[in-house]
C-alpha cells in the first residue's frame, strides 16, 4: 500500500527556515518522480519542486529557486524539501506527490500527473 507522510512543518519569522519530510512507504521513492506542492487559502495548488532521474536532476518553481532545495535519502526512503530565507508568502499547506510509473523521466510541475499525496502539513511564516 502507497501511504506519504509529511511533517516539519511549524510556524516560523520571516528570514528562517525549515525542513519538511516526506516518509514514503509500499514504493521506493528513488527512481519515481516525486514532487512538493503547495496551496495557499483560496489559492491553486502549486508545484515547488521535482525530483527525477534517479535524483539526479531537480527543478524548482520560479518563486523558491535558490531558497528550497529538495532532496531525498534513499536509505530512508524519505524526501526532504529544505526552505530557507522563507518570506510570509511561502505560507500553505505543503504536500509531497508521488507519479508512479516506469520511468520518472517525464516529472512535470503539475498536479495532475502524480496519483499519490501526502495529507499536508502547514507551513506558516509571520513577519
Known amino acids: 500500500q502507497v501511504q506519504l507522510v509529511e511533517s516539519g512543518g511549524a510556524s516560523v519569522w520571516a528570514g528562517g527556515s525549515l525542513r519538511l519530510s516526506c516518509t514514503a512507504s509500499g514504493f521506493t521513492l528513488r527512481g519515481n518522480c516525486m514532487a512538493w506542492f503547495r496551496q495557499a487559502p483560496g489559492k491553486e495548488r502549486e508545484a515547488v519542486a521535482t525530483i527525477y532521474n534517479r535524483g539526479a536532476t531537480t527543478d524548482y518553481a520560479d518563486s523558491v529557486e535558490g531558497r528550497f532545495t529538495i532532496s531525498h535519502d534513499k536509505t530512508k526512503n524519505t524526501m526532504y524539501l529544505q526552505m530557507s530565507s522563507l518570506q510570509p508568502e511561502d505560507t500553505a499547506m505543503y504536500y509531497c506527490?508521488?507519479?508512479?510509473?516506469?520511468?520518472?523521466?517525464?516529472?512535470?510541475?503539475?498536479?495532475?500527473?502524480?496519483?499519490?499525496w501526502g495529507q499536508g502539513t502547514q507551513v506558516t511564516v509571520s513577519s
Open positions: 506527490a508521488a507519479r508512479l510509473a516506469p520511468s520518472d523521466r517525464f516529472c512535470p510541475r503539475r498536479a495532475e500527473p502524480f496519483g499519490f
